[in-house]
């Protein structure tokens, strides 16, 4: 097991929503702040190669978590961005923490990665039994290379790179800005607009049968750091909670905590993007011990408090 506090670590995306908790993680663990380094995209370009070599350089650890991110609709819409920014970043950090002697590469992949159809609760092994859902793949095929890449550095060098698979993450500090929001924050922001503008209805992309697995981001900055702890192999691993939930019983469920019944409006021109998505979490429980501890009613109820007292 490594002991974290003994370490100098590098977390990319460590300013943004998921990373944030895994620093605060860290903190949480004794972990110096002097001993943690989140580089900046605006100071620090990790598509390129010798910015990459520049922040890895004396540092132990390195949790990648950066990535040119949104939801369907920002992935839809920029698949170019969401390619060549995810993989570019990838291919880079990994490269270039191996020839820095980092100890351990810890790599965060995503939900996207697997394809389209899989039988439900998804496994690890499933992973390549088809192409992803279309209006994700070029996000999710950038992070699937990230897992291609750790895997052949492991074989050729013996690296220390391992793959994490993250479900559906919600919680506070995520991104509201519709044009690039997952589906809790953008619905949690229609409905409270919708309610302070007494508009009465709001529009939701597809169907609502749908379903999707949720969880909560601070158990899986949790996760994260568990694997970082005690992880050491080339196969990937879910990072989840094994529930589903319809999105058009989330947005009931949200509806009720947020104290407002608006018309829902579907528009079934729109995709619903994979037809369902709940993880087998027994490898992540099994090789490290990680098990969510918060409800979903619960950390919906913190994201949505989180998002109305930032609005006041």
């Known amino acids: 097991m490594i002991n974290l506090k003994d370490k100098k670590i590098l977390v990319t995306g460590g300013a943004g929503f998921l990373g944030s908790f895994v620093v605060e993680r860290l903190l949480a663990r004794g972990v ?19 910015v990459c070599r520049r922040v890895v350089k004396g540092h132990e650890i390195v949790i990648h978590v950066a990535a040119s991110v949104g939801g369907l609709r920002f992935v839809k819409d920029h698949p170019a961005e969401a390619f060549y920014d995810s993989a570019a970043m990838a291919i880079n950090m990994i490269d270039e923490s191996y020839r820095a002697g980092v100890e351990k590469f810890v790599g965060i992949g995503s939900v996207c990665e697997y394809p389209k159809f899989v039988p439900l609760p998804f496994k690890e092994e499933n992973l390549w039994d088809g192409y992803p859902e279309p209006d994700n793949a070029a996000y999710g095929l950038a992070k699937k290379m990230m897992l291609v890449q750790s ?35 953008a619905l949690i922001r229609k409905v409270y607009e919708a309610k302070k503008n007494k508009t009465g209805f709001i529009e939701i992309w597809g169907t609502g049968i749908a379903s999707r697995e949720f969880l909560y981001a601070d158990d899986a900055a949790e996760g994260i750091l568990l694997a970082t702890e005690k992880y050491n192999k080339s196969e990937p691993v879910n990072i989840g909670r094994n529930d589903e939930l319809l999105i058009k019983d989330l947005i009931q469920i949200m509806c009720r905590l947020m104290d407002y019944n608006p018309e829902i409006r579907w528009d079934a021109t729109r995709p619903d993007g994979q037809p369902k998505r709940r993880f087998d979490v027994s490898r992540a429980e099994k090789e490290f011990g990680f098990k969510a501890q918060t409800g979903f009613e619960e950390g919906l109820k913190k994201t949505i408090d989180w998002y109305i007292n930032i609005q006041k």
């Open 151 to 185: 895997q052949a550095y492991r074989e050729q060098y013996g690296f220390n790179a391992i793959h994490l698979l993250m479900v559906n993450l919600y919680g506070p500090r995520d991104n509201f800005d519709l044009m690039r929001s997952h589906v809790i924050p």
């Open 32 to 50: 110096p702040k002097n001993h943690i380094t989140v580089p900046l995209s605006k100071n620090d370009d990790l598509r390129k190669a010798e």
